[in-house]
């Protein structure tokens, strides 16, 4: 599946995901994230930040009506990709601080490696809150953000990252109560995988809507 996704939009880091270890790391970041979303059916669900369209098809099987926003990603090229892998989504272009849909819409938000690049993070929280129904569920991963993560990710190839990554898991987790999230799960990325959380790589949360 990696194999054919293409590259969508100027943020995506599909191409990361491909590499031998690198990518074991960004693979392994998502699936701690999905495994603590609960296995049953959901009526409706939305990915922000849905980029190559990956999380989509692991998304798919257990949802009724599956959604998408993105900023950069273009809906065009990924459609057709779910649908030749037997997969309906709609998808759209737009940001998580203004999500166009009603309140108490969706069952289930996931969110990975997109509030590390939000100013108005506290904006975005109380946005999904808005299209989530009570008891929803907002499963929400992102990266350290520190000067060793910053070193990384420059050595991985990615510039300016010092630019891109303004907001720190620990500030968005602080800002959870306020807008109405309990935290349900937590299942963190640490390198190696069993090192102290001083050394943790990637956050994953599992939120209730209160």
């Known amino acids: 599946m990696l194999a054919d996704l293409p590259k969508n939009g100027p943020t995506d880091p599909i191409e990361y ?9 960004f693979r392994e970041r998502i699936n701690r994230g999905l495994r603590l979303v609960p296995e049953r059916r959901y009526t409706r669900v939305l990915e922000v930040g849905y980029g190559a369209g990956a999380v989509q098809l692991a998304l798919g099987r257990g949802v009724d009506e599956l959604h998408g926003i993105d900023l950069d990603a273009d809906p065009a090229l990924v459609t057709p990709f779910l649908a030749a892998h037997g997969q309906q989504s ?27 690049h939000l100013s108005e993070y506290p904006r975005a929280l109380s946005e999904v809150a808005r299209v989530l129904r009570p008891g929803g569920l907002f499963l929400l991963g992102m990266p350290s953000v520190n000067k060793g993560m910053d070193v990384a990710f420059r050595m991985i190839g990615f510039k300016n990252i010092d630019d891109h990554h303004i907001t720190t ?33 990637y956050y994953n949360w599992l939120l209730e809507l209160r």
């Open 17 to 25: 995901y491909r590499r031998p270890l690198i990518g074991k790391l």
């Open 90 to 116: 709609k998808l759209v272009r737009g940001s998580v601080y203004e999500l166009p849909y009603d309140r108490a819409f969706f069952d289930l938000v996931v969110c990975f490696s997109v509030f590390e």
């Open 169 to 201: 898991p620990r500030m968005v987790s602080d800002r959870f109560a306020g807008a109405g999230f309990r935290v349900a799960r937590a299942h963190h990325l640490d390198l190696p995988l069993r090192w102290p959380a001083g050394l943790r790589l």
